[in-house]
């Protein structure tokens, strides 16, 4: 290099320079949102993101999924499982985009920002309910699977009883879990998860394939590829519509997902959401892998004798590890749990202030619960890069909460707010998992009202509003409408499927 010739200087790199090593440690600018001028922090990974998006989608419902290809057929029903794996995959990246427009952190504050308090209020409502139906319905599960398993063990009669033991696991290993704050800290609790899951299929495939023969009189008529009739298909499709739903944690992993893991190599993605949507695929197509060999392997292992449960099909008297199979699941529901919890315990804080507002009409206490990784730090600091549009956002919309020079920090009282909204939520779910076991046929209901909000309305309605601005692409608005029919469709006729079943 000659002594006169111009150094090109990245301005973005140089602005606020000073003493501090953490000045040189900001990004190259990218033109979206979270993904611009986001500097290093101790925010999740990718491998980390991919785990606890994979955990919050598979759940209880993969065990009604060969049932439901029973019902279905084998090619109608690995049809479907496809189909709605691209359609949560787009409604997630509808999201992220709106995520990224509104520069906010949560679901509800995007609504918020982009229709108001009361759309806000609506999503927090919404992902709370959603979230509460699958936390009860997982403790239900696992008060059905454990406490048999203690009873063929011979474990002590306290354990054996499906109350003690539930509060046992309640205090011993739920709450501490979901007491986190930070959903990155959960990321080796999903691994355990994903890894029982792929016990699960191994077994479930080798059964199918006769490897493992758990039927005497198996019958020599070959499995079903289409459904015989409509009415199977709707009945099932509850199941499989919701079989990918994790929405509602996409804006919180994606706020915890870190730009790059060391400021000396730049990252290889263009964007933070281009990382983020790395992730997205990644899971929806393991999940998608994962459900269709479950559903297909275990229908074929057990044809015409599936059950709506498939644990239900492990009889010890055909497959003698059975019980262990079935308690072994319970691990799943338990990590599965905590990540789940996540979400809903920052939709009933900003559903508390709400109620707080509504009362006090007090402006200046109403401080929005921004679910993001203790760890990050300010978004935009240095203002935005050049050309780009100003937010329509407050200037404290892209301050990180968590920030210890921001007004928001956490204290020690909110901490224990926190803390106590965790207990609180533990606590209902455990109680009404105990006295009402059945309370998930109620839950069924407001979940297909929710859940097909939270997974495909709600995105849909924010991208057409994204779309539709000026600084948009107007020729994306009808697909954010589509989505948003779609799911408004999906909603209401699994709500309906769900009433007619249980009347």
Not at 32 to 39: K, Q, R, V
Not at 63 to 74: E, I, N, S, V
Not at 400 to 423: C, G, M, Q, W, Y
């Amino acid at each position: 290099m000659q002594p006169d010739e111009a150094v090109e200087v990245n301005p973005y790199l140089l602005a606020g320079a000073d003493s501090s090593p953490t000045a040189c440690k900001m990004l190259t600018a990218h033109p979206e949102g979270l993904g611009s001028m986001m500097p290093l922090s101790e925010g999740s990974s990718l491998r980390g993101t991919i785990f606890n998006l994979v955990n919050t989608m598979i759940g209880g419902g993969i065990l009604g999924l060969p049932f439901a290809m029973r019902q279905c057929g084998t090619v109608l029903g690995a049809v479907l499982l496809i189909v709605f794996a691209m359609l949560t995959d787009l409604a997630a990246w509808m999201l992220l985009v709106c995520v990224d427009a509104t520069r906010q952190k949560s679901y509800a504050l995007v609504g918020e920002t982009l229709y108001g308090p009361l759309m806000g209020l609506c999503v927090d409502l919404a992902v709370f309910l959603n979230n509460l139906g699958v936390l009860i319905s997982y403790v239900v599960v696992i008060g059905d699977l454990v406490p048999p398993f203690m009873t063929y063990i011979s474990a002590p009669a306290l354990l054996q009883n499906r109350a003690s033991l539930l509060s046992c696991v309640a205090l011993c290993i739920l709450l501490p879990m979901s007491c986190l704050r930070s959903m990155g800290a959960l990321r080796y609790t999903s691994l355990v998860c994903l890894f029982m899951i792929l016990l699960l299929l191994i077994l479930v495939v080798a059964m199918g394939t006769g490897i493992i023969d758990v039927h005497e009189d198996r019958s020599s008529s070959s499995p079903r590829l289409f459904a015989e009739s409509a009415r199977p298909v709707f009945t099932q499709m509850p199941v499989i519509v919701f079989a990918y739903n994790c929405a509602m944690n996409v804006p919180i992993l994606y706020s915890e997902l870190r730009r790059q893991k060391t400021e000396l190599v730049d990252s290889k993605f263009g964007t933070k959401r281009s990382k983020m949507m790395l992730a997205m695929h990644t899971s929806v197509a393991a999940v998608a892998a994962i459900y269709c060999l479950v559903a297909v392997y275990g229908y074929l292992a057990f044809e015409e004798h599936t059950a709506p449960d498939i644990l239900t099909n492990f009889q010890s008297d055909i497959f003698s590890p059975a019980p262990y199979v079935r308690v072994s699941y319970s691990l799943v529901l338990i990590c599965s749990y905590p990540v789940m919890c996540f979400s809903c315990v920052a939709s009933l804080h900003r559903l508390l202030l709400h109620v707080r507002a509504a009362f006090c009409r007090d402006e200046e206490d109403y401080v929005p619960f921004m679910a993001a990784s203790p760890g990050s730090h300010a978004l935009f600091p240095h203002g935005l890069p050049s050309g780009q549009p100003e937010s329509s956002c407050s200037d404290d919309s892209t301050a990180d909460p968590f920030d210890s020079k921001n007004a928001n920090t956490p204290s020690e009282t909110s901490r224990a707010a926190h803390l106590i909204e965790v207990v609180s939520l533990v606590s209902l779910t455990l109680i009404l998992g105990v006295l009402l076991p059945n309370v998930s046929a109620i839950f069924g209901i407001t979940g297909g009202l929710c859940g097909g909000a939270v997974t495909f309305v709600f995105p849909g309605l924010f991208f057409a509003k994204v779309a539709r601005e000026p600084e948009g692409a107007d020729l994306w608005a009808p697909l954010g409408y589509i989505m948003l029919a779609l799911g408004a469709m999906l909603s209401v006729g699994t709500t309906l499927l769900v009433a007619w079943h249980i009347a």
